[in-house]
């Protein structure tokens, strides 16, 4: 069942939904940064500092779990990390796309 794409897929999926959090703070950053609004400029440094060590612990999780799915599924590399980040970006996808 481990050697199957739709396993590792799943299980992006799953890794996905947490991760919508910080890759919504990451779009708002991203679509801000050239004119925030004034209330919103004063801590955005220190946003950016405080915010980046939870995203640098999601990505230590998200490779820590996807590296045994990918030594035992029957992809080669760079179709499984393809789909592995498609897996987790598809919640946040569907969330600025609701949403925009």
């Known amino acids: 069942m481990i050697g199957r794409w739709y ?3 799943g299980v992006n999926l799953l890794l996905g939904v947490p991760a919508v959090i910080p890759l919504w703070m990451l779009y708002y950053i991203g679509a801000t940064w050239a004119h925030p609004a004034p209330e919103e400029n004063d801590g955005l440094g220190i946003v950016l500092v405080g915010f980046g060590i939870p995203i ?4 230590f999780l998200w490779w820590a779990v996807n590296r045994p799915f990918a030594r035992r599924t029957h992809l080669p590399p760079p179709q499984y990390w393809a789909l592995s980040l498609l897996g987790t970006f598809a919640p946040a996808i569907m969330l600025v796309c609701v949403n925009p």
């Open 56 to 59: 640098a612990c999601c990505g």
């Open 7 to 9: 396993t590792a897929f």
